[in-house]
C-alpha cells in the first residue's frame, strides 16, 4: 500500500453532470455513495426518473434510499427495470427463486460475506447489480461498505498497471463456496459454474472507465503467470479495495434499500452483530460479459 495524496476522479474526465430535476441525491462520501430522496420505490417508475437514478448510479456507484419497506415483490420490480434477474441456487431462497434471503447472527451459522467481494463474478456474465433490503437490523453494527474499483485502478502505480494491461485472470466459485458443501452437492455446481477468465481490468460498458476486476472471493489467479507471481500480485491488487478513501459506509434501518453497480464496485458486510440477528434480501440483475 501507498501512502499520501489520491486521485480521487468520481466520474470520467470526459463525463457531462447535468442537474438532477426528478430526485433528490444527498452525496455520502468523495467519490462514492449518495442517498436518494424523492422517489417512491413501491410504485413503477417513469421513464425520466429511471433515467435519472441510472445516471446516478453511474456517477455514485450505490444508492441509498432510507425507509423504503418494500416487498419482496416491489423489490424485484424496481430491480427489474434494470434488466432480467438472475437466480443463484448457491444462496438461501427467499420468497421465490430471484430473492436471496440472508438470515444471520443468533442461533443461524457464521456469516462469510465479511470480506471484499464483488457478486458472483464467477459467472460467465457477473451481476450488472443488485437490491439489497434489511428487514432486521441488529441494535448495533452489521454495516456494509462499498468500494470504488474505478479509483482503485487510477491509483495503480504505473508499473503494476502496465503489468496488467491485457491480462485475464480465473474465478471460481469454490474458493467462497466450497466449505458449506460434500462433495455430491458440489460435483453439480461445478458443472453449471465452471472456472471462467475475466480481464484484470474491466471497461465499464455505460461509462468506458477501467476498473479493477479481481476480487478475494472469487479470483483464484492470473492467466500464464507462475503460481507464485500470481499470488503475490494478486494479493496486491485485492488490498486496493481496503483503502478508506475509496469507499462509503451504511448504517442500516429496517426498510432502507442500497443498489449498487456490481461492474464497478466490491462490497463488505460487517460481521460485528452477534449475537444479535439480521435478516437481509437481495436481487441480482444480469450482467454482460466483462471486456
Same mark, same amino acid.
Given at each position: 500500500? @501507498?501512502?499520501? +495524496?489520491?486521485? =480521487?476522479?468520481?466520474?470520467?474526465?470526459?463525463?457531462?453532470?447535468?442537474?438532477?430535476?426528478?430526485?433528490?441525491?444527498?452525496?455520502?462520501?468523495?467519490?462514492? /455513495?449518495?442517498?436518494?430522496?424523492?422517489?417512491?420505490?413501491?410504485?413503477?417508475?417513469?421513464? *425520466?426518473?429511471?433515467?435519472?437514478?441510472?445516471?446516478?448510479? =453511474?456517477?455514485?456507484?450505490?444508492? !441509498?434510499?432510507?425507509?423504503?419497506?418494500?416487498?419482496?415483490?416491489?423489490?424485484?420490480?424496481?430491480?427489474?427495470?434494470?434488466?432480467?434477474?438472475?437466480?443463484?441456487? =448457491?444462496? *438461501?431462497?427467499?420468497?421465490?427463486?430471484?430473492?436471496?434471503?440472508?438470515?444471520?447472527?443468533?442461533?443461524?451459522?457464521?456469516?462469510?460475506?465479511?470480506?471484499?467481494?464483488?457478486?458472483?463474478?464467477?459467472?460467465?456474465?457477473?451481476? %450488472?447489480?443488485?437490491?439489497?433490503?434489511?428487514?432486521?437490523?441488529?441494535?448495533?453494527?452489521?454495516?456494509?461498505?462499498?468500494?470504488?474499483?474505478?479509483?482503485? @485502478?487510477?491509483? %495503480?502505480?504505473?508499473?503494476?498497471?502496465?503489468?496488467?494491461?491485457?491480462?485475464?485472470?480465473?474465478?471460481?466459485?469454490?474458493?467462497?463456496?466450497?466449505?458449506?458443501?460434500?462433495?455430491?452437492? =458440489?460435483?453439480?455446481?461445478?458443472?453449471? !459454474?465452471?472456472?471462467?477468465?475475466?480481464?484484470?481490468?474491466? +471497461?465499464?460498458?455505460?461509462?468506458?472507465?477501467?476498473?479493477?476486476?479481481?476480487?478475494?472471493?472469487?479470483?483464484?489467479?492470473?492467466?500464464?503467470?507462475?503460481?507464485?507471481?500470481?499470488?503475490?500480485?494478486?494479493?496486491?491488487?485485492?488490498?486496493?479495495?481496503?483503502?478508506?478513501? @475509496?469507499?462509503?459506509?451504511?448504517?442500516?434501518?429496517? /426498510?432502507?434499500?442500497?443498489?449498487?453497480?456490481?461492474?464497478?464496485?466490491?462490497?463488505?458486510?460487517?460481521?460485528? @452483530?452477534?449475537?444479535?440477528?439480521?435478516?437481509?434480501?437481495?436481487?441480482?440483475?444480469?450482467?454482460?460479459?466483462? !471486456?
Amino acid at each position: 500500500m @501507498y501512502e499520501g +495524496r489520491r486521485v =480521487l476522479r468520481r466520474v470520467p474526465e470526459d463525463w457531462e453532470e447535468r442537474p438532477y430535476e426528478h430526485v433528490t441525491l444527498v452525496p455520502q462520501g468523495r467519490v462514492i /455513495g449518495a442517498e436518494i430522496q424523492g422517489v417512491d420505490l413501491t410504485r413503477p417508475l417513469a421513464p *425520466a426518473v429511471r433515467e435519472e437514478l441510472n445516471r446516478a448510479l =453511474l456517477e455514485w456507484k450505490v444508492l !441509498f434510499f432510507r425507509g423504503a419497506h418494500l416487498s419482496s415483490a416491489q423489490q424485484a420490480d424496481f430491480a427489474r427495470h434494470w434488466g432480467e434477474l438472475e437466480t443463484n441456487p =448457491l444462496l *438461501a431462497r427467499g420468497s421465490s427463486a430471484e430473492v436471496v434471503r440472508f438470515d444471520k447472527g443468533g442461533s443461524a451459522a457464521p456469516t462469510f460475506e465479511n470480506v471484499w467481494h464483488a457478486d458472483v463474478t464467477f459467472r460467465e456474465r457477473p451481476a %450488472l447489480g443488485a437490491v439489497l433490503q434489511l428487514r432486521e437490523v441488529p441494535p448495533v453494527g452489521g454495516d456494509t461498505m462499498w468500494a470504488d474499483m474505478a479509483a482503485a @485502478y487510477d491509483n %495503480l502505480p504505473e508499473e503494476v498497471r502496465e503489468r496488467i494491461e491485457g491480462a485475464t485472470a480465473v474465478h471460481d466459485f469454490l474458493p467462497g463456496f466450497a466449505r458449506f458443501y460434500g462433495p455430491e452437492r =458440489l460435483a453439480p455446481l461445478q458443472e453449471e !459454474f465452471p472456472p471462467v477468465e475475466h480481464p484484470v481490468v474491466r +471497461r465499464h460498458p455505460e461509462t468506458g472507465r477501467r476498473m479493477l476486476f479481481v476480487n478475494t472471493s472469487f479470483t483464484t489467479h492470473i492467466t500464464g503467470m507462475d503460481r507464485e507471481e500470481s499470488d503475490r500480485l494478486l494479493s496486491f491488487l485485492v488490498r486496493q479495495a481496503h483503502v478508506p478513501e @475509496y469507499q462509503v459506509r451504511f448504517r442500516w434501518q429496517a /426498510g432502507d434499500v442500497a443498489f449498487w453497480d456490481n461492474r464497478a464496485t466490491q462490497h463488505y458486510a460487517i460481521d460485528d @452483530y452477534f449475537p444479535h440477528r439480521r435478516v437481509a434480501e437481495r436481487v441480482a440483475i444480469a450482467g454482460d460479459r466483462p !471486456f
